[in-house]
């Protein structure tokens, strides 16, 4: 590995673990539907002047696939920043990065059945721990009195988003849309500003403030495009499995910036089921001994 390219993975995971916190500062601040609608439009105005005419050039090549491009539009950019947004309200930063640290082991479950990629050691014994991981931070402590006590609604909503962007990374790498990068991300900026209207039009119209303004800076510049840039840059140089396990990262950059930005307490719970949920979705990427299901002939 090259040490030099390790920036680039780096600063797109430090990006989208500051866009976690940014989105718990966005609550009570902006309504959810705005902020999504907002951030998408900003992000398709800035891309456009370097996209729109050579994506309006390929407009062959790309017709047949609006389709698909819609889902994943739908599930990568709409569901799951907006129910990010909507978790942001009860659930906290440091709980919605632990929760979105599963991203990558949701991957390789959805993998199994949507890809036909056989399921490993690691993918079951990783995804039982991780299970158990995050049973003990929704719980706050307690995951065999987890219904009993109740759970943070939010705490939900981001599990929700996180399977969401899950089956959107299993859906990018099932469907191989031949498309370059550049255009195809254009295309679902623009596809989620469709989406999002209509919420948009019936949701509570927050104004563009001097408090909001930033947030809305972040989520439409850093977290919609510089990350992506720096993402695709690190898959260059670097391969996409090197780069997946900075995603490990991702909780712990979370923890250490909402302590810092919002000053949240870092309770036991969080850290107990930090670990355990980071360790299982270690273990599922580490160990790729496959699981002999068959059963013997006899």
């Known amino acids: 590995m090259q040490l030099k390219y390790i920036w680039f993975p780096l600063g797109a995971v430090s990006i989208w673990a500051g866009n976690t916190v940014i989105s718990k500062m966005s609550a009570g601040v902006i309504a959810p539907e705005d902020i999504s609608f907002y951030r998408w439009v900003l992000a398709a105005a800035l891309m456009s002047p370097f996209l729109a005419r050579q ?3 390929a407009r062959a090549q790309i017709r047949p696939h609006l389709g698909k491009i819609l889902v994943l539009a739908l599930l990568g950019m709409v569901l799951f920043q907006s129910l990010a947004y909507f978790a942001a309200a009860t659930s ?3 709980s919605m990065g632990i929760i979105a640290s599963l991203m990558p082991l949701l991957t390789l479950l959805l993998s199994i059945q949507l890809l036909s990629e056989p399921p490993t050691v690691g993918t079951l014994a990783g995804g039982l721990l991780s299970l158990f991981g995050l049973a003990v931070l929704i719980g706050r402590g307690h995951p065999l009195a987890l219904f009993d006590n109740g759970v943070v609604v939010g705490d939900l909503l981001m599990l929700l988003a996180t399977i969401a962007y899950g089956l959107y990374g299993v859906m990018l790498r099932r469907w191989a849309l031949p498309l370059r990068t550049w255009q ?3 295309m679902q900026v623009l596809m989620a500003v469709v989406l999002l209207f209509p919420g948009f039009v019936l949701g509570h119209h927050s104004p563009v403030t001097a408090d909001n303004l930033p947030i809305l800076l972040y989520a439409g ?5 510089i990350s992506q840039f720096l993402w695709m840059r690190g898959v260059a140089h670097l391969g996409a499995s090197r780069c ?3 995603v490990n990262l991702m909780p712990i950059f979370t923890v250490i910036i909402a302590v810092a930005a919002l000053d949240e307490e870092l309770h036991g719970y969080h850290a107990a ?3 355990i949920t980071l360790a299982g979705v270690i273990m599922a990427q580490a160990l790729k001994q496959r699981l002999n299901i068959r ?3 006899g």
């Open 55 to 57: 994506t309006w050039a």
């Open 92 to 94: 906290s930063a440091t």
């Open 184 to 186: 195809l991300l254009y």
């Open 221 to 225: 510049i850093a977290a919609s495009i």
């Open 244 to 246: 997946a396990i900075f």
């Open 273 to 275: 089921g930090g670990v």
């Open 295 to 297: 059963a013997k002939a």
